[in-house]
């Protein structure tokens, strides 16, 4: 097998990886449509678990008039379980997603730059010439690899625990279950 022939297999078994960054990426923003109904659904939850926060505080400032740190407590989880709800976990899964657009480009640079690699000794330069054209397009080959290792092979992990919670977020139906997951 050549020198070439390896390069270009190479790229060839990186671009074929790209297909599965697609369909994660299709996954993903599936997944985001998902969620945001999911959140609107479980907005009821929060407001019901704030109302019942509420009363009971109510409840207790006529008797006490004061405050219980065990209510101020059940009244902040709430609040960062909503928070979670509302801003944490739809970030979270919008910069999964934007990573894995990104890395598409990575992929198709380095698969790219790795044919181009491979055909440099054979466009007749001089040696020094060719020696630091490989070493340049070889050093923008590993970190448009990496990149692409970093921010989209990588990242389908990420993407998969994501829609591991999401599923049992959208199954819970009490805030203290919220609790848990988020």
């Known amino acids: 097998m050549s020198y070439v022939s390896v390069y270009s297999a190479l790229a060839t078994f990186l671009a074929s990886t790209l297909i599965l960054i697609v369909y994660f990426r299709g996954s993903g923003t599936k997944l985001e449509t998902r969620l945001n109904k999911i959140i609107e659904e479980k907005k009821l939850i929060i407001t019901k678990s704030y109302l019942e926060v509420a009363e009971k505080i109510v409840d207790r400032f006529k008797i006490q008039r004061t405050l219980s ?22 970030d979270e899964l919008k910069e999964i997603v934007r990573k894995l657009t990104y890395s598409l480009g990575y992929g198709f640079t380095s698969a790219f730059l790795m044919i181009i690699f491979a055909y440099i000794p054979s466009l007749n330069y001089e ?27 990588f990242k389908i992990r990420s993407l998969r625990n994501l829609e591991e919670i999401v599923n049992d977020i959208e199954r819970c139906k009490r805030l203290n279950h919220l609790q848990e997951l988020l």
């Open 69 to 90: 740190d065990e209510l101020e407590e059940e009244l902040e989880e709430v609040s960062r379980i909503r928070f979670r709800l509302n801003n944490y976990l739809p």
């Open 127 to 153: 040696p020094t010439m060719s020696f630091w054209f490989q070493l340049i397009v070889f050093s923008f080959m590993i970190l448009s690899l990496a990149k692409y290792l970093q921010e989209g092979i």
